[in-house]
């Protein structure tokens, strides 16, 4: 990712260079102005709902999210979940529910640590909560509201609606795959598995 990242920048310096290089130090110190400042508005939001998710947690109000989420999480994760990676999977997809995806990170690297995986390699249930996590079902999006509202739209609500559709249809593709790739990783384990003992029966 760093070398893409790189190219990126490489290419779009020599790109300005050859068309305006005069432009090159503006659009370096205009950047990094409105990086600082996008950075200032999601803490101050984040900042709220962090504050909130924790309130949650402390007062045991996780603990009845996580039962209300528990069918929702066997289906999706599997029944092998401790009752602690449910916790953080539910607070995790309650925030991104509620469109705090910054928020939301700190409770699935919580719930991937809680997952046992002796063979160190990831599980099918932590490539799950990755695409729970990147694909990011949001019923209110709050965040993004918020940026809306502070940067003066008149209906920063308006999003609500194409929001919920995209990020449903991503979310579904994404837990289907998964399901569906797990299904033949499975079917692949099972023929290796009768592979090897038919060899064995055999000498």
């Known amino acids: ?6 190219f990126v920048l490489v290419t779009s310096i020599g790109i300005l260079l050859l068309k ?28 709220v ?16 999210i996580s039962k209300m989420l528990s069918p929702i999480i066997d289906f999706l994760f599997g029944r092998g979940l401790s009752k602690e990676s449910k916790k953080y999977i539910s607070m995790n997809m309650t925030a991104n529910i509620l469109g705090m995806g910054g928020a939301a990170t700190p409770m699935g690297i919580r719930a991937i640590e809680t997952m046992d995986n002796k063979e160190k390699q990831a599980t099918p249930q932590m490539i799950m909560l990755i695409v729970l996590c990147a694909t990011s079902l949001q019923i209110v999006p709050t965040s993004i509201i918020g940026l809306l509202s502070k940067n003066g739209s008149s209906n920063a609500t308006s999003i ?12 579904f593709v994404g837990v289907m795959f998964v399901k569906l790739l797990s299904i033949k990783k499975a079917h692949s384990k099972k023929f290796a598995l009768k592979r090897t003992m038919i060899k064995m029966v055999r000498k």
Do not use: H
């Open 160 to 171: 609500i609606l194409p929001s919920l559709l995209s990020s449903f249809a991503s979310t």
């Open 49 to 64: 709902w962090s504050g909130i998710l924790k309130i949650l947690e402390e007062t045991g109000i996780s603990k009845i």
């Open 20 to 47: 305006s290089p005069n432009m090159v130090l503006d659009s370096f110190t205009a950047g990094s102005t409105k990086a600082v400042t996008l950075s200032l508005e999601l803490c101050a939001i984040y900042a």
């Open 1 to 6: 990712m760093n070398k893409i990242w790189l």
